[in-house]
């Protein structure tokens, strides 16, 4: 079955430091995946997506994602985080040709200190 | 171009009755996709409708239905509202399946209460 993991439910970092955001996925075939960002009270932001090609992803906001099938994972990481970067962080891999279905991880709560 | 539309963005029920939800996609897009947010289990696939049939469904019980009309308009119904439906519902749109050309929009979503 289709499951995607974060481990880390909080994270804080400093201003300007860099960012890594973890994300394991379980899938059958090649997986489609994605991240996304929710802000208090706001709907779901795509920031990037992988579904072939480079395993390097370039997203926005200076986001990017390094998807690694040997280790079944799709790190998010920013070099320098900015404070309007706090925010939840969601991965999700799209199911199949109807990539409109998604299973989402359950989140990493991004605390950025001044 | 406007952005996905929820109505309405908060709303609160008692136990037993039902609650019908909206969504309007942005203009031109054919695919809505519904999820529920809670803290206990995340953000869950409900179903999605495409040209006003449903495509796919996720495991949610029967009393979770929804529909798509011909303007692409999408409403979800919940019948005899239990507390653990208290949850963010939101919808997605695209213009078809997401791909390497095509992104899902998320609404901001109906925050549902029910007492």
């Known amino acids: 079955a289709q499951s995607v993991t974060q481990p880390d439910i909080h994270i804080t970092v400093s201003e300007g430091a860099s960012l890594e955001l973890r994300c394991n996925y379980s899938?059958?075939?090649?997986?489609?995946l994605f991240w996304y960002v929710q802000s208090p009270g706001q709907g779901l932001q795509l920031l990037l997506k992988?579904?072939?090609?480079?395993?390097l992803v370039q997203g926005i906001k200076g986001f990017e994602a390094e998807f690694k099938r040997s280790q079944s994972s799709f790190n998010l990481r920013k070099p320098s985080v900015h404070w309007s970067d706090a925010a939840e962080y969601f991965c999700?891999?799209?199911?199949?040709?109807?990539?409109?279905?998604?299973?989402f991880g359950s989140g990493t709560k991004l605390n950025v200190k001044p | 171009k406007a952005g996905v539309t929820q109505t309405p963005r908060y709303l609160i029920k008692t136990r037993g009755q039902q609650v019908t939800l909206s969504c309007s996609p942005i203009?031109?897009?054919?695919?809505v996709s519904w999820y529920q947010q809670t803290p206990g289990q995340g953000l869950q696939f409900l179903f999605e409708y495409f040209s006003e049939t449903q495509r796919n469904k996720g495991n949610f019980p029967g009393r979770f239905s929804g529909r798509q009309f011909s303007n692409s308009r999408s409403e979800m119904n919940v019948s005899t509202l239990e507390l653990g439906d208290s949850a963010l519902y939101l919808c997605?749109?695209?213009?078809?399946?997401?791909?390497?050309?095509?992104?899902?929009?998320f609404g901001q979503g109906t925050r549902l209460t029910v007492v």
């Open positions: 997605a749109s695209s213009s078809g399946p997401t791909g390497v050309d095509t992104e899902a929009f």
């Open positions: 999700a891999v799209g199911e199949g040709v109807n990539f409109n279905k998604f299973y």
């Open positions: 203009s031109g897009h054919r695919s």
């Open positions: 899938y059958g075939a090649t997986p489609y």
């Open positions: 992988y579904f072939s090609g480079d395993t």
